[in-house]
């Protein structure tokens, strides 16, 4: 199809050749340029030619007086690209000086110069010149976007802590106006300076501005969040952040835990205990599990009762199993709360679990056993290797001397000589 379009356009040319051809023989004009005394007579064609052949002559000639400049300039750009690669492979690699020395270069071309004095800015900031920096942020701030240097410095104040500073920086701009990475860093300082209640309503441009995706900016909204909840000045102002969170805000594990632990500091421990419960009734948390079994125990119900019956379908948890020896020892049950604990520690349990043990027999006045446990767990959260016996490792110690408890269809627990054997 393309060839047959060009076909008929060569025609058409022709055609058209031809009839301007007619034109010219039948009339070619008359051109007369007269001037002091001088005088060109030609047809109009040739005078036409001749117009053209001039302007690609005059064309020439202004391209060769240009080259020389355009050569320099395109050789500046060059240079200034390569400087600018350089150095930002040698921020990645950690070479401060040198880094900060091809950026300047890479700076000195305009259409380069934003991104690198940014960069310079930053390596001098990773080099500790404060000053360099400073100089470096302002010329850029001249050149550019002065938000973009702005991102820079919160960068800066971020890394020694300051989270006055970098809200100080950014409450003047509309969020608007704030890039995404600025508006990540505005969030968390408001959450650090006791503001997490401004950062909740900036959540949906957080959300907006993709800077955190998935996991990640779950991760942040739980953190505002919690943090808001936390900072609840009374009662109303925590119910009222509550109510205004979706449901799946209120099944995550640290939203809630936040939640019910200010609603124990605000007197209102049963809406807490509460939350926790109807969060692990839907969405199973071992780290919400371990929360409940340090809130204040409930008039409604016995929370051992409540545990137990979670023990059904979370037979081997570890959490779960600290927790319900938390319990049992708040109770004073103590050979139920060290078999709990025993079973835990048989399923992987760590430093907690140990730590638990020992409040047990310190609680029994067994002072040798619990300063045995509260080594052990001073010892895993040093990180050093626990074991009972040489050769063999604690999980197989414990595994050894704990009874896991067995239960029937219905949950009701069965005596060992009661358990079904296994097919």
């Known amino acids: 199809m393309r060839r047959l379009f060009g076909l008929i356009l ?6 058209l050749g031809a009839w301007l051809w007619r034109v010219v023989v039948a009339d070619p004009g008359y051109v007369q340029i ?7 007579e030609t047809t109009l064609v040739v005078a036409l030619l001749a117009l ?11 391209g060769l007086l240009r080259f020389p400049f355009r050569f320099w300039r ?21 070479r401060w000086r040198r880094a900060e020395s091809l950026l300047v270069r890479a700076s000195r071309d305009p259409g380069h110069r934003l991104p690198a004095l940014l960069g310079a800015a930053r390596a001098a900031q990773a080099r500790g010149d404060a000053a360099a ?9 001249e050149h550019g976007d002065p938000v973009d240097a702005a991102l820079l410095i919160a960068r800066q104040h971020k890394q020694q802590g300051d989270a006055a500073a970098i809200t100080a920086l950014f409450d003047p701009l509309p969020v608007a106006a704030l890039p995404p ?8 300082a408001l959450v650090d300076t006791g503001r997490a209640r401004e950062a909740v309503l900036l959540l949906p441009a957080l959300h907006a501005s993709h800077v955190a995706e998935g996991p990640a900016l779950q991760r942040q909204e739980a953190r505002i969040l919690s943090a808001a909840l936390q900072q609840a000045g009374d009662e109303a102002e925590l119910s009222r952040l509550w109510s205004s969170l979706s449901r799946g805000q209120k099944s995550d594990p640290q939203v809630v835990a936040a939640y019910a632990r200010r609603a124990v500091a605000l007197g209102q421990a049963e809406a807490g205990i509460a939350a926790v419960e109807k969060t692990l009734r839907r969405h199973w948390s071992p780290e919400l599990v371990a929360i409940y079994g340090a809130l204040p125990r409930s008039g409604r119900h016995s929370p051992l009762k409540m545990a137990e019956a979670w023990l059904v379908d979370h037979p081997q948890d570890p959490a779960l199993l600290v927790t319900l020896g938390q319990l049992c020892r708040h109770e004073q049950i103590w050979g139920k709360a060290e078999a709990y604990l025993q079973q835990a520690l048989a399923h992987g349990a760590g430093a907690e679990a140990w730590e638990e043990l020992g409040h047990v027999h310190a609680a029994q006045h067994d002072d040798a056993r619990a300063r045995t446990a509260y080594a052990r767990a001073l010892a895993i959260q040093r990180g050093e290797p626990v074991s009972l016996l040489p050769g063999r490792s604690l999980r197989e110690e414990i595994a050894g001397s704990a009874e896991l408890e067995s239960r029937s269809s219905m949950g009701v627990p069965l005596l060992p000589h009661e358990a079904d054997p296994l097919p």
Do not use: K, N, P
Request: hydrophobic share 60%; charged share 15%; glycine share 12%.
């Open 181 to 188: 990475r600025a508006l990540e860093i505005h969030l968390g």
């Open 10 to 15: 060569l025609l058409a040319l022709a055609l």
């Open 34 to 40: 007269a001037l002091r005394g001088y005088s060109i």
């Open 133 to 141: 920096a400073g100089e470096l942020l302002a010329s850029a701030a």
């Open 52 to 62: 053209f052949i001039g302007a690609v002559a005059l064309w020439l000639l202004l």
């Open 74 to 94: 395109h050789r500046r750009t060059r240079v200034a690209r390569e400087c600018l690669a350089g150095g930002l492979v040698a921020l990645h690699e950690g």
